[in-house]
């Protein structure tokens, strides 16, 4: 049987594989949301699950949906600047109004220090 960690670690691993293979990209996304939300029945206030299950529907463009498992991690007590990164990525990839409040989660970010145990959703400034 798996532990919490093993579900975490599983998860951050099959997202960051699709970045040396990205025909895994759908398959590995998808088993990563699995293993977050193992984690999440078991602890549903895992701020890390949280945060990565959030940047695994950020990736796949369900940030709208990655809000509500950001939220749940900062409500959860979370100051990982990750959590903060990444709220800031949906925002500005949902509308107008959201991507006027995404700068400020990238200046709450900027003053914190990432865990170890979360990762950052993709963003390319550029885009927008």
């Avoid at 990444?86 to 220090?113: S, W």
Wanted: proline share 3%; net charge negative; hydrophobic share 40%.
């Amino acid at each position: 049987m798996s532990t919490i960690q093993d579900e975490l670690d599983r998860g951050i691993a099959l997202c960051e594989a699709v970045w040396r293979d990205m025909s895994l990209y759908e398959k590995n996304y998808l088993e990563a949301i699995e293993c977050f939300h193992k984690v999440l029945n078991l602890d549903p206030l895992n701020a890390d699950a949280l945060i990565n299950l959030g940047a695994a529907l950020s990736d796949l463009g369900n940030h709208q949906e990655a809000l509500k498992y950001y939220h749940r991690a900062e409500e959860a007590g979370s100051v990982d600047r990750n959590l903060f990164f990444n709220i800031g990525v949906a925002m500005m990839n949902i509308d107008q109004f959201t991507r006027q409040e995404a700068p400020k989660y990238f200046q709450l970010a900027a003053d914190k220090e990432p865990s170890k145990k979360t990762r950052e959703a993709y963003f390319d400034p550029q885009a927008h």
